[in-house]
């Protein structure tokens, strides 16, 4: 069963968009990657699968084009969607396939140049983060990685 969040408004045509997020916690604190846009908005880094890339090929190339980082160390929380009502451009369905994932070696600048890395404390997600997907992916890989923890 997949997460869903928002509600999709009557008499709108929704667009299904999938696509792929890393949910990268620093190490040394309880903090969260985001990427903050010019709008202000943040969010999990990712985007939108291409046609023939799977949802890790993604996840390299969007996470690569927003931070200039390499990421690895797979491991697949879950899937969720999300109703974007947006008004200029079409409403969409998002539907999000997050991974948690390890931060690597940064190896180029973005190219994506309103792209701003920020890590966000984890407690601020819900207050800072634009989509319940992302919010509910976040808490899932705390809760994993907390049951990971345990199991040490």
Not at 32 to 48: A, C, D
Not at 59 to 82: D, M, P
Not at 96 to 112: C, N, R, S, V
Not at 122 to 140: L, Y
Request: aromatic share 12%; with cysteine.
């Amino acid at each position: 069963m997949s997460n869903i969040f928002g509600n999709p408004k009557k008499g709108l045509n929704y667009k299904i968009r999938k696509g792929a997020y890393a949910v990268i916690f620093n190490p040394e604190n309880e903090k969260v990657l985001s990427v903050q846009i010019q709008s202000g908005h943040y969010f999990l880094p990712g985007g939108g699968i291409e046609k023939g890339e799977s949802e890790i090929e993604c996840l390299k190339r969007e996470v690569l084009e927003e931070t200039g980082y390499e990421i690895s160390n797979f491991f697949f929380i879950g899937n969720a969607k999300s109703y974007l009502p947006q008004i200029k451009k079409r409403p969409m369905l998002s539907d999000g396939y997050f991974y948690l994932a390890d931060l690597g070696d940064k190896i180029q600048e973005p190219t994506e140049e309103d792209h701003v890395i920020k890590w966000i404390e984890t407690e601020r997600i819900a207050e800072v983060f634009v989509h319940g997907h992302h919010i509910w992916a976040v808490r899932e890989g705390i809760r994993y990685k907390k049951q990971e923890g345990e199991g040490e």
